[in-house]
């Protein structure tokens, strides 16, 4: 079964540098969660889309912005990466807003 | 405000012990509960969820977990581990209008062959 698609999975950036990370979620699931796993921490909410519209925001900097497109992947925009950004980025789907489906996520070091 | 506590940081035990991690939460409204577990290096996979019915669910690789409610719990056990149960273990709680997962902190099992 197809399942959450992240990318790049590895991504090294410097500090003040952009970075976007991509997530294609599975086929026929309209909703999408991104979080954020710092080392030795549990998962972050950031942020969440529903039918390509932000339905839930969490701790998400103002430095970063995401937006889901029409075939319903969804980008994590990051910018004046800082060194505190390094992380591992989770995304996930869900087609009842129940049940959320992990991508395999991206790790994000900044340099 | 919401949040789940995961009181083991790290267990250890030998393969066939007996595991509970423990789980409890704080939210108010109605929630749906889940486990995931990450396996070195991997993502977060579903272990089990509670949404309602039977407060015993069973999950997959033998797991399984109680909601108590008048305690606000929901432990995760299986009679008899494996060393590739050796991950670590994320109880979640979501209030069943809201959207996003809370995580609690994670518990890391080791278990020694």
């Known amino acids: 079964a197809a399942g959450v698609i992240q990318s790049p999975r590895h991504l090294i950036k410097e500090k003040r540098e952009t970075a976007t990370l991509k997530c294609y979620p599975i086929?026929?699931?309209?909703?999408v969660y991104w979080y954020q796993q710092g080392p030795g921490q549990d998962p972050q909410f950031l942020i969440s889309?529903?039918?390509?519209?932000?339905?839930d925001k969490g701790s998400i900097p103002d430095r970063f912005s995401a937006q889901q497109f029409s075939d319903y992947h969804s980008e994590l925009n990051m910018s004046s990466l800082e060194l505190g950004d390094s992380a591992l980025y989770f995304c996930?789907?869900?087609?009842?807003?129940?049940?959320?489906?992990f991508g395999a996520g991206t790790r994000l070091s900044v340099l | 405000a919401q949040s789940v506590s995961q009181h083991n940081h790290h267990v250890i035990l030998s393969e066939a012990a007996s595991l509970e991690l423990g789980c409890n939460y704080s939210?108010?409204?109605?929630?749906?509960l889940f486990w995931y577990v990450q396996y070195p290096g991997q993502h977060l996979q579903l272990l089990l969820k509670?949404?309602?019915?039977?407060?015993l669910v069973k999950g997959i690789k033998g797991f399984e977990a109680e909601f108590i409610k008048s305690k606000f719990s929901f432990n995760l056990r299986k009679p008899s581990v494996q060393w590739s149960d050796t991950a670590e273990y994320f109880c979640?709680?979501?209030?069943?209008?809201?959207?996003?997962?809370?995580f609690g902190t994670g518990t890391r099992l080791t278990v020694i062959p």
């Open positions: 996930a789907s869900s087609s009842d807003r129940n049940i959320q489906y």
């Open positions: 086929p026929r699931h309209d909703t």
């Open positions: 939210y108010g409204g109605t929630v749906n």
């Open positions: 979640a709680v979501k209030g069943t209008g809201a959207n996003n997962l809370f």
């Open positions: 509670y949404f309602s019915g039977d407060p």
């Open positions: 889309f529903y039918e390509k519209m932000q339905s």
